[in-house]
Structure formats: C-alpha cells, structure tokens
C-alpha cells in the first residue's frame, strides 16, 4: 500500500473523496479496482496528516474504517449520512475511533434535497476535493452524484484544488472530457503533463503521489497565509 512519506504533510487539511463504481463496472472485476483506488488514497491522505471528508456508502465505510485503523490514526473521517438510510447503514460507522462524527442529514419527502443538503454540507467542510469513478445513471436524485458534489464543491471553492481521476471511468471520466473541451474546470497546483496523468494513468500510486505532492503544496501555502 502507497506509504505517505515525511515529504507530505497535508496539515489536517479536510479532503473530499467522492468515489463510486461506475454502472458498466458494477458487475465486473473493477469492483476490486474501486475498492484499491478508495483504499490508498484514503490512506495517502490520513497518513500524511490530512483529514476524510466521506459521504459513506454501506459497502464502502467498512473498508475506509479498516483503512484508517491500520493507520492508528483516530477521528480523522467526517462522515455524512442521509437518515433515511439509517437502518440500512453498517455498524462500521459508529466506530467513533474513526469517523469523528456522523452528520446525519434530516429525511423530508424529497430525497433530492436531502442530498443536497448533505453534498453542500460536505463542501463546505473541505479544503479539497478528488474525485474518481461514479455512476452515470441509475443514481439517487436528478444528477449524478460525482457530478453534482464537483457542482456544488467548485462553486463554493473556484480555485479548487479538485482532482480528476479518470482510471475507473464513469461520471469522472466524463468530467475531464468536458475539461478537454473546455467546459467545465479543475483548478489545481499540477502542471499539464501532470493533469493528464491523473487524468488518464492506470498507475494509481503514481496518481495518489501527485496528488498528495499538490495538496501539501496547498497546505504549506495556507499556513504561510495565516
């Protein structure tokens, strides 16, 4: 598993990861690359000092909760929960050695609020975003979610950083086609020839140490500001 090194300090920095398997993929052996993919950057970002912010899905929360334990790194996932789903949530989110707190979002009778409620929240609470995979139909609510939490996280944040990660397709991947166009933005610290490889290497180590370089970066530069 990618190994932080001293180089990186992301200064409890609140990193955004939205991550989700594309539908073409959801019955094939990419499952296991989704899994991979959310496993080393969670544990990039914990290990170099930074912070989760997490909207957890029952089969993932599990994994992120054994990702942070091996780090013995505690309280450093702020997870976001719609309370609609509550029952359905797995026991792995009340381990309060992990995700700090549970932000449960009040269910009304448009789930579509309610996620956007959620997706502001967890906007407002990060400093940084990555995104990877998503589904592209068959989603909760009127837009994809990868989508809509790039919308709402870029709105309340325009210089980013936001990183793209293109290696499990779906909504991301079409993210960064409309990059390529010109239509939407990904503001970061990376060079060209950097953004490209986020954007297209099959190397996730090589992606996460890109990453995790931009985002000290950021963070060094926040507390030369303060």
């Known amino acids: 598993m990618t190994t932080a090194s001293e180089k990186y300090n992301l200064k409890r920095m609140p990193v955004l990861l939205s991550a989700s398997l594309p539908d073409?993929?959801?019955?094939?052996?990419?499952?296991?690359?989704?899994?991979?993919?959310?496993a080393l950057l969670t544990h990039a970002v914990v290990a170099?000092?930074?912070?989760?912010?997490?909207?957890?899905?029952?089969?993932?929360a599990p994994l992120v909760r054994e990702t942070v334990n091996r780090l013995e790194k505690g309280g450093v996932v702020d997870l976001y929960q719609l309370r609609r789903f509550q029952e359905a949530a797995p026991e792995a989110i009340h381990d309060d050695g992990v995700f700090s707190e549970i932000h449960w979002i009040e269910a009304d009778d448009d789930i579509d609020a309610e996620l956007g409620r959620m997706r502001d929240r967890m906007a407002e609470a990060a400093?940084?975003?990555i995104f990877a995979g998503g589904k592209t139909a068959g989603h909760y609510?009127?837009?994809p979610g990868i989508r809509d939490?790039?919308?709402?996280?870029?709105?309340?944040?325009?210089?980013?950083?936001?990183?793209?990660?293109g290696l499990l397709g779906g909504e991301t991947l079409k993210l960064i086609e409309e990059m390529a166009a010109g239509k939407?933005?990904?503001?970061?610290?990376?060079?060209e020839k950097e953004r490209e490889v986020i954007h297209h290497?099959?190397?996730?180590?090589?992606?996460t140490s890109l990453i995790l370089g931009d985002l000290t970066?950021?963070?060094?530069?926040?507390g030369k500001q303060a």
């Open 24 to 38: 073409e993929t959801a019955d094939s052996q990419r499952v296991q690359d989704l899994y991979t993919v959310i």
């Open 48 to 60: 170099a000092g930074g912070r989760i912010v997490f909207g957890g899905h029952p089969s993932i």
């Open 127 to 129: 400093r940084a975003a």
């Open 141 to 143: 609510g009127k837009t």
């Open 149 to 165: 939490e790039y919308q709402r996280f870029t709105a309340k944040h325009p210089e980013g950083p936001v990183y793209l990660v």
């Open 184 to 191: 939407v933005k990904a503001c970061n610290g990376l060079s």
């Open 201 to 207: 290497s099959t190397s996730i180590d090589l992606v």
């Open 217 to 222: 970066r950021k963070a060094e530069g926040n």
